[in-house]
């Protein structure tokens, strides 16, 4: 199951729209799609229901 979640990004504030597979709960970096600053991600499901979600910056 995929879940269309929106969150906004640290750095410049922009939104960002994400596709979630809600199959496994997970920490990951990815790039702001605006500013291509790296945010760390940390995601977690509980029987396919987002129960968390955070996007910190990682001070570089």
Known sequence: MTLEHFFQCPYCWGTISMILD???SQTYI???ETCCNPIQLTI???????TAF?????EQ
């Open 30 to 32: 990815e790039d702001c």
């Open 54 to 58: 955070e996007a910190i910056n990682i």
């Open 22 to 24: 809600a199959s496994a």
């Open 44 to 50: 977690h499901f509980e029987n396919n229901n987002l």
